[in-house]
């Protein structure tokens, strides 16, 4: 049974500071990865996704994947109050489908 | 370019029933995913479609079905509905193996 996991929160933090969303996933065979952001009644919305061991940043986004680790995580930095959402880390399938994790809610206190 | 679109946005059914949910991919995409979400299971993986095939299949009964046709639109079915079907469903576009999925607005199905 592959498995994403991500501590489901709340996380707050105050404006403007760095948010950071972890995920872990249980198949090694996994080689892409995926951060959506979903705010309360609306659907999943891409925000990044990364293929390749380090860093990738696009604007106040970085996120980051360590395969040995089997870990992904997500920074944003200079958040803000429109930042709060869930976030959900998805891995790839053999891609055919990705594996969701449960998602994390952040929450950005102005 | 027109994203992906979900029909019908809402939907109220009666248990027993059957339903029939569309997705319109964005265009060239050939890759169709359907996903269910509730509160309390998070998004579950239904099946995947490339090509007019399915690829891929999730844990769930036979009561849920899907075809894609050759324009790439997707439907998805499900018959004898349960109060448990009541969900979030959503429909992800991709251009490929591996690649980045968008998701529909989505439906949401209310079983009565």
């Known amino acids: 049974q592959k498995e994403v996991e991500q501590n489901s929160g709340p996380l707050s933090v105050p404006e403007g500071a760095i948010a950071s969303l972890n995920c872990t996933y249980s198949d090694r065979g996994s080689q892409s990865f995926f951060w959506y952001r979903q705010y309360s009644g609306k659907s999943p919305e891409l925000i990044m996704f990364?293929?390749?061991?380090g860093d990738k940043e696009d604007g106040r986004f970085t996120a980051q994947l360590n395969k040995a680790s089997q870990y992904v995580s997500l920074l944003i930095r200079d958040s803000q109050p429109s930042d709060s959402a869930t976030y959900l880390c998805a891995a790839d399938n053999y891609g055919q489908n990705f594996v969701f994790g449960p998602g994390t809610r952040l929450s950005v206190l102005p | 370019k027109a994203g992906v679109t979900q029909t019908p946005r809402y939907l109220i059914k009666t248990r027993g029933q059957q339903v029939t949910l569309s997705c319109s991919p964005i265009?060239?995409?050939?890759?169709v995913s359907w996903y269910q979400q509730t509160p309390g299971q998070g998004l579950q993986f239904l099946f995947e479609?490339?090509?007019?095939?399915?690829?891929n299949k999730g844990n769930f009964p036979g009561r849920f079905s899907g075809r894609q046709f050759s324009n790439s639109r997707s439907e998805m079915n499900v018959s004898t509905l349960e109060l448990g079907d009541s969900a979030l469903y959503l429909c992800?576009?991709?251009?490929?193996?591996?690649?980045?999925?968008?998701f529909g607005q989505g439906t949401r199905l209310t079983v009565v």
């Open positions: 265009s060239g995409h050939r890759s």
């Open positions: 479609y490339f090509s007019e095939t399915q690829r």
């Open positions: 990364i293929y390749s061991n």
């Open positions: 992800a576009s991709s251009p490929g193996t591996g690649a980045e999925a968008f």
